[in-house]
């Protein structure tokens, strides 16, 4: 086998342009670790952060964006059992995924659910591992459970209205257009909520309120999701797309006993993400092999267009995921 791949790299901090197509060396699997030979890529919101400077790789990862990807296993790591070579798979990255090959633990790997197809596939396993992980391990969604997921149409969007509501929560979503609305409902949502329209905050309060919301806004959103919850609510934050900081009236979360908290993926442990990846084995994948939900696709781009496929995420047009073909 050659010892070199095509791969997409970040030229120097800045806007789409600063993606290059370039050829880098093929990574060798460590123990417990798996040699993938990627068909497609995920496109996320942490990628373009990345390129911009603002969210530095993990000590060991790879400096190469792209956090997700399908394939088929084209080597293994020392001690790694359940996977051999030609596996096909789908597997959360801790970089690298812009390339031709990748490196990943073994067990941040799961199989290709049944009769899908390898683009999809590559469109799982951030979305998923970040939502099942946020809503039902850390949010404790429950069934009959007022649910409320701000950027309903995005690729967390699309997958949490999915899960909730097959879960049997009911479930509601903001997004900035009527056809994004539209698609939420198709999804599973009850109510979609165009927040150029209406005021999610009142919309709720009339439902009363949100047991569980799931917010990647931040910024303003923040004390307004306060007085969106319900009595003992819980607010998961995973992003801050409008800024981190915020003035609060704590004494909301006093008097109502609400809960805020939230994570982020990328930083965790190898053991964190692969206690993630047995849950989705045993909760999830069951319902990705029958068929009963998946991702929903927005668009592909060739892996030399990766700063196209940037740019089309930004504009925020989009409605679910992005790949590339590599």
């Known amino acids: 086998m050659t010892q070199t791949m095509r791969a997409v790299a970040i030229e120097t901090p800045g806007g789409p342009e600063v993606l290059r197509l370039t050829v ?37 990862a790879s400096p190469l964006p792209g956090l997700e990807g399908a394939g088929s296993v084209a080597g293994v790591g020392a001690g790694v059992t359940g996977w051999a070579e030609g596996d096909q798979v789908c597997a959360l990255l ?17 199989p290709i659910p049944r009769g899908m197809s390898m683009d999809k596939a590559a469109a799982l396993p951030e979305t998923f591992f970040t939502v099942w992980s946020n809503v039902f391990m850390r949010g404790g969604l429950k069934a009959g459970e007022k649910f409320l997921v701000h950027g309903g149409s995005s690729g967390i969007g699309t997958t949490a209205i999915q899960l909730a509501n097959t879960f049997g929560a009911r479930v509601f979503a903001t997004a900035g257009s009527d056809e994004k609305c539209a698609a939420c409902e198709a999804l599973g949502a009850e109510k979609a909520i165009n927040y ?51 003035e609060v009236n704590f004494v909301h979360l006093m008097a109502r006993r609400l809960t805020m908290t939230g994570s982020t993926l990328r930083p965790q442990s190898n053991q964190a993400k692969a206690e993630i990846a047995v849950e989705l084995a045993r909760e999830v994948w069951p319902l990705l092999d029958a068929g009963r939900l998946g991702p929903v696709m927005d668009s592909e781009f060739a892996l030399e267009d990766a700063a196209k496929a940037h740019a089309h995420m930004e504009s925020s047009t989009h409605i679910g995921k992005i790949v590339l073909k590599i």
Do not use: W
Request: aromatic share 6%.
């Open 196 to 246: 150029h329209d209406a005021d999610f905050v009142g919309v709720m309060k009339a439902e009363g309120g949100a047991d569980l919301i799931l917010d990647m806004v931040g910024g303003p959103y923040i004390g307004r999701n306060l007085k969106t919850l319900a009595d003992d609510g819980r607010l998961v934050q995973i992003a801050f797309l409008q800024g981190p900081k915020a």
């Open 24 to 60: 880098a060396e093929i990574p060798k699997p460590g123990p417990g670790q798996i040699l993938i030979k990627l068909a497609y890529a995920g496109v996320n919101r942490p990628d373009a952060l990345q390129r911009a400077g603002l969210y530095n790789p993990p000590a060991n």
């Open 94 to 110: 801790p970089g690298g995924g812009y390339a031709e090959f990748v490196v990943t633990e073994a067990d941040h790997a799961l």
